[in-house]
């Protein structure tokens, strides 16, 4: 089911309601045919972004292209653009048949043949058939979040806008409708925008991920590029799961001074001279990159306080006096709550940050 996808572009909008602004001066460049993912938390103007590239929110300043054309004034029915809400809006009294034909019945212009092709396509790609004569009330939540997919698909528009679709649903069948959005993704080759405020979301569907905080983009890139290489501390404890350790040092002759663990730990003079302009930093470390060692100089003893087995890895939750330390261990290794360990890491896992405004400094 082809759709002819299109460009989306964001030229320093900026929204503001009673005096604050609730997207401020967001650029945005989103490639035909690609797959999106706005994230951030709640509150940050991720809907307020969705809402004016549908035309159903004005920007206060700045500009919108829809295919390279201007479409900042545009009415949200000229911009072909389908919207799918966390809530779904079925019309009750209809069937699952009659909820996806309503749409293109209203519009007027396409033969009945022609509803009756597209709504067979939207039966066959989201597997509705068994549930056509259903009324909204009689399905589950996932089948109901299907039918308003198809609602959104039996449209052929250029862009899809979700937002936050899967927030009602439980955890399995999120993790289920996750890879359908993939597929669908797949199969359209449509322009999808999806938001959400669930970093595993973003990182397992985007081609490309949009982190937002307070209105302002915070970073643009691959999964891999933000988890890999956060551009600030917002980024670096915002994805990943669990979040990375990050914490405060100075740089001091024995290395680097990890302060509330009152422990030093040294580093190569290479890694030492970034510290000559900024002797106090931030300091990430993901809980993968710990190696439980032997005591040494480049060891940092812990106390084991928590254990988390999850099955395919396990977390330990652990303690070197006033810091806490998340260490992502090998599931087929013992530990004891309360055992005292040894970490060390290596220095080119480690990120750093401002310690005043949060950007990276690696
Ligand atoms: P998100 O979708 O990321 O949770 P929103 O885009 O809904 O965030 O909201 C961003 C900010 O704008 C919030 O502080 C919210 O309270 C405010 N906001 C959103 N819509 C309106 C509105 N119609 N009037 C006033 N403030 C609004
Ligand atoms: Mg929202």
Same mark, same amino acid.
């Given at each position: 089911?082809?759709?002819?996808?299109?460009?989306?572009?964001?030229?320093?909008?900026?929204?503001?309601?009673?005096?604050?602004?609730?997207?401020?001066?967001?650029?945005?460049?989103?490639?035909?045919?690609?797959?999106?993912?706005?994230?951030?938390?709640?509150?940050?103007?991720?809907?307020?972004?969705?809402?004016?590239?549908?035309?159903?929110?004005?920007?206060?300043?700045?500009?919108?292209?829809?295919?390279?054309?201007?479409?900042?004034?545009?009415?949200?029915?000229?911009?072909?653009?389908? $919207? &799918? *809400?966390? %809530? !779904?809006?079925?019309?009750?009294? +209809? =069937?699952?048949?009659?909820?996806?034909?309503?749409?293109?019945?209203?519009?007027?212009?396409?033969?009945?043949?022609?509803?009756?092709?597209?709504?067979?396509?939207?039966?066959?790609?989201?597997?509705?058939?068994?549930?056509?004569?259903?009324?909204?009330?009689?399905?589950?939540?996932?089948?109901?979040?299907?039918?308003?997919?198809?609602?959104?698909?039996?449209?052929?528009?250029?862009?899809?806008?979700?937002?936050?679709?899967?927030?009602?649903?439980?955890?399995?069948?999120?993790?289920?409708?996750?890879?359908?959005?993939?597929?669908?993704?797949?199969?359209?080759?449509?322009? $999808? &925008? *999806?938001? %959400? !405020?669930?970093?595993?979301?973003? +990182? =397992?569907?985007?081609?490309?991920?949009?982190?937002?905080?307070?209105?302002?983009?915070?970073?643009?890139?691959?999964?891999?590029?933000?988890?890999?290489?956060?551009?600030?501390?917002?980024?670096?404890?915002?994805?990943?799961?669990?979040?990375?350790?990050?914490?405060?040092?100075?740089?001091?002759?024995?290395?680097?001074?990890?302060?509330?663990?009152?422990?030093?730990?040294?580093?190569?003079?290479?890694?030492?001279?970034?510290?000559?302009?900024?002797?106090?930093?931030?300091?990430?470390?993901?809980?993968?990159?710990?190696?439980?060692?032997?005591?040494?100089?480049?060891?940092?003893? &812990?106390?084991?306080?928590?254990?988390?087995?999850?099955?395919?890895?396990?977390?330990?939750?652990?303690?070197?006096?006033?810091?806490?330390?998340?260490?992502?261990?090998?599931?087929?290794?013992?530990?004891?709550?309360?055992?005292?360990?040894?970490?060390?890491?290596?220095?080119?896992?480690?990120?750093?940050?401002?310690?005043?405004?949060?950007?990276?400094?690696?």
């Amino acid at each position: 089911m082809a759709t002819a996808p299109s460009s989306i572009e964001l030229r320093n909008v900026s929204k503001n309601y009673l005096g604050s602004e609730a997207v401020d001066s967001v650029s945005i460049n989103i490639h035909k045919g690609e797959f999106v993912v706005l994230v951030g938390p709640s509150g940050c103007g991720k809907s307020t972004i969705l809402r004016m590239i549908a035309g159903l929110e004005q920007p206060t300043s700045g500009e919108i292209f829809l295919d390279g054309k201007d479409a900042t004034s545009l009415e949200p029915k000229d911009r072909d653009i389908a $919207m &799918v *809400f966390q %809530t !779904h809006a079925l019309y009750p009294h +209809m =069937t699952v048949l009659q909820n996806l034909e309503f749409g293109l019945k209203l519009k007027g212009h396409y033969s009945s043949s022609e509803i009756r092709e597209r709504v067979r396509e939207t039966v066959e790609i989201l597997d509705l058939e068994p549930i056509l004569d259903r009324k909204p009330k009689h399905l589950s939540g996932g089948q109901r979040q299907r039918v308003a997919l198809g609602r959104a698909i039996v449209r052929k528009p250029r862009i899809f806008l979700f937002d936050e679709p899967l927030s009602n649903l439980d955890a399995k069948m999120r993790n289920q409708m996750r890879v359908e959005f993939g597929r669908l993704h797949t199969r359209l080759q449509a322009t $999808m &925008v *999806f938001v %959400t !405020h669930d970093q595993t979301e973003a +990182m =397992t569907m985007g081609d490309r991920i949009i982190c937002l905080a307070d209105g302002r983009i915070q970073q643009v890139g691959t999964p891999m590029e933000l988890y890999s290489h956060p551009a600030n501390e917002f980024v670096a404890s915002f994805i990943g799961v669990p979040p990375m350790n990050i914490f405060a040092a100075q740089w001091t002759k024995d290395g680097l001074f990890f302060e509330k663990a009152g422990a030093s730990f040294p580093v190569s003079p290479n890694f030492a001279a970034m510290f000559r302009t900024m002797p106090r930093v931030l300091i990430g470390v993901r809980p993968e990159f710990f190696t439980v060692s032997s005591a040494s100089p480049k060891s940092i003893p &812990v106390t084991v306080e928590v254990i988390e087995p999850l099955g395919s890895e396990t977390l330990l939750y652990t303690q070197c006096n006033d810091l806490s330390l998340v260490v992502r261990v090998s599931p087929l290794a013992k530990y004891e709550v309360g055992e005292k360990l040894y970490l060390s890491l290596d220095e080119c896992n480690i990120h750093l940050f401002d310690i005043s405004t949060g950007a990276g400094l690696l």
